[in-house]
């Protein structure tokens, strides 16, 4: 059965980094895209950023462009978020979803537990 | 980018159908047959419920239905059950390669 599992969260201070890892099972992986999408507390839900499935062509969002990088390893079968330059309104769940195989959509019906990441002093 | 618009709350009693509506632009909604709709529980992972405005995935019950028209895209629940108490979530392709979520529904059961 499909599994994504989001690891590496926790508390940080302002500025500065952490990587996120989404270990993917139960599918083709290099076959799909893959976005992450996060969740502040008591908000709603903001898309973050997708990597196509062959890895050449990386979007993001406006509010972590030029802060955060998206990648991904296809032989190891995850999905990474280079966080970097940490604002307290980064605080948020973060979960990784997969898109879709054949064109470029909305993230689909598999999605990770989330990973909790706290920016705070 | 904004988020698409999304009505704050709704709610409705059991056995009654209610409609959320998710208005977006040319750019995003309109522009594009890949909206999707998804159902959140507290403290849980968003669930896929309509994609592509109206497809089903396996597993979903057939009392939840999607359109678009124009710029709006609407999620429909008919015979509204306890367990549909939750957030819904529109979202689509935006002509930037990127993905918009609307601000989120909270259904309430009374």
């Known amino acids: 059965q499909v599994q994504l599992v989001e690891s590496g969260g926790g508390v940080v201070q302002p500025g500065r980094s952490l990587r996120l890892s989404c270990a993917a099972s139960?599918?083709?992986?290099?076959?799909?895209?893959m976005h992450w999408v996060r969740q502040a507390p008591g908000k709603g839900l903001e898309w973050v950023a997708v990597?196509?499935?062959?890895?050449?062509?990386?979007y993001y969002a406006d509010s972590v462009k030029g802060r955060f990088i998206i990648s991904r390893d296809n032989s190891r079968n995850t999905l990474y978020l280079q966080m970097n330059s940490l604002r307290a309104e980064d605080t948020a769940v973060y979960y990784c979803?997969?898109?879709?195989?054949?064109?470029?959509?909305?993230?689909?019906?598999?999605w990770g537990q989330g990973t909790r990441v706290t920016v705070s002093s | 980018q904004s988020a698409l618009t999304q009505s704050a709350s709704v709610s409705g009693s059991p056995g009654q159908s209610i409609t959320i509506s998710c208005t977006g632009t040319?750019?995003?909604?309109?522009?594009?047959?890949?909206v999707s709709w998804y159902q959140q529980h507290p403290g849980k992972a968003p669930k896929l419920m309509i994609f592509?405005?109206?497809y089903r995935p396996s597993g979903v019950s057939n009392r939840f239905s999607g359109s678009k028209s124009d710029n709006t895209a609407s999620l429909t629940i008919s015979g509204l059950q306890a367990e549909d108490e939750a957030d819904y979530y529109c979202?689509?392709?935006?002509?930037?390669?990127?993905?918009?979520f609307g601000g989120g529904t909270k259904l309430t059961v009374l």
């Open positions: 979803a997969r898109g879709r195989a054949s064109t470029f959509g909305p993230p689909g019906g598999y």
């Open positions: 139960g599918f083709t992986y290099s076959s799909y895209d």
């Open positions: 990597m196509w499935y062959d890895g050449s062509n990386k």
């Open positions: 040319s750019s995003d909604v309109g522009g594009y047959d890949y």
């Open positions: 592509d405005v109206t």
């Open positions: 979202s689509s392709n935006t002509n930037s390669s990127t993905v918009i």
